[in-house]
């Protein structure tokens, strides 16, 4: 039978990983094409308005740009804003959607009972990071740079969302405005200086957006792809799981050295193998018991004593009933 355990690429996190890579890519195959059509159509129109130009003698009756404005407004403003403006929307909102689901697949792994919707936030993305922070105890630097671009996307968002794509706002001067610098600045943005109004009018813009999420999701997948049952109690608040995983191994290689003794026992012929069999197994079952109470003492925030073991092996059913005393 094949044990299913050792193809850990099969694992939840790394479909999620394939899941993620699959529709960005999806999005930016979009994206690119959206925009291949649209510069065709602003070449086109380009062409059109530089042939018309050079045609045309110079006449009062005719005025080529005037001829072509229409136009010239639609493929070079009014569509770039219909299309890449609501694509960045888009973005946006999948990875919002995407790092919550991240967060609820960790929970899925029965370590918290704590989601991201108990915890305090202004909008998922918020209490998505306290989710991971504090529940899945991943390292956030919120000095890092790509978290802090992802933060100006995330307010050049709620610009698009909440106030018609422009940084205008009860009639403050667009210039004390903390995004006025970036939107000015990139010259994949359209921005215009006298009324803050601004629209995406470059491709690169969403792509540059895209592969930011991106890491940002692998990142944070691949740290929780290897994150760890942490074991504390309240008289161990510190990680015990080694020393769990190392009481645990010792029990099963007591369990096999049990068995290798009725192993041998069975082999044996002579008149001694039963009364050497009930000793050896004896202090086999003494050494488990030892290790089985500490484990107990442990799960149950008990304090645990050496005398602990003699207890089970000597009193048996009534050694098990103190113990439980002892430690509840």
Not at 21 to 34: A, F, G, M, R, S
Not at 58 to 69: L, M, R
Not at 92 to 115: A, H, V
Request: hydrophobic share 40%; glycine share 4%; charged share 30%.
């Amino acid at each position: 039978m094949i044990d299913r355990r050792f193809y850990k690429s099969t694992s939840m996190f790394v479909v999620f990983r394939q899941l993620v890579e699959t529709e960005l890519k999806d999005l930016e195959d979009y994206i690119n094409e959206v925009s291949h059509d649209l510069i065709e159509k602003q070449q086109t129109l380009t062409d059109k308005y530089e042939e018309a130009n050079k045609r045309v003698v110079e006449s009062e009756d005719f005025d080529v740009h005037s001829f072509f404005e229409n136009d010239i407004d639609r493929y070079f403003r009014v569509f770039p804003i219909y299309s890449y403006n609501p694509l960045l929307l888009s973005i946006y909102g999948q990875f919002e959607n995407w790092l919550k689901r991240l967060c609820e697949l960790d929970r899925s792994k029965g370590l918290s009972l704590i989601g991201v919707t108990d915890l305090a936030g202004n909008n998922l993305i918020e209490k998505s990071r306290r989710y991971l922070e504090l529940v899945a105890e991943v390292p956030l630097n919120e000095k890092d740079p790509s978290w802090l671009r992802i933060i100006e996307i995330q307010k050049i968002r709620n610009l698009l969302a909440h106030n018609n794509a422009s940084i205008a706002k009860n009639g403050r001067n667009i210039k004390n405005h903390e995004l006025y610098k970036t939107l000015s600045e990139d010259k994949r943005i359209t921005f215009n200086e006298q009324n803050g109004d601004f629209y995406i009018r470059d491709k690169d813009f969403l792509i540059e957006v895209i592969q930011l999420v991106k890491k940002y999701l692998f990142d944070v997948i691949d740290v929780l792809r290897l994150r760890k049952v942490v074991a504390k109690n309240d008289t161990m608040p510190f990680d015990n799981q080694a020393w769990g995983a190392e009481k645990t191994e010792g029990l099963l290689k007591s369990v096999i050295a049990g068995l290798r003794l009725l192993d041998a026992t069975t082999a044996r012929t002579d008149e001694f193998k039963e009364d050497d069999l009930q000793h050896n197994m004896r202090g086999t079952l003494r050494t488990m018991a030892y290790d089985l109470t500490k484990l107990y003492a442990f799960f149950t925030s008990g304090e645990w004593n050496v005398r602990d073991a003699d207890l089970i092996v000597n009193d048996r059913e009534n050694g098990l009933a103190e113990v439980k005393k002892i430690y509840n």
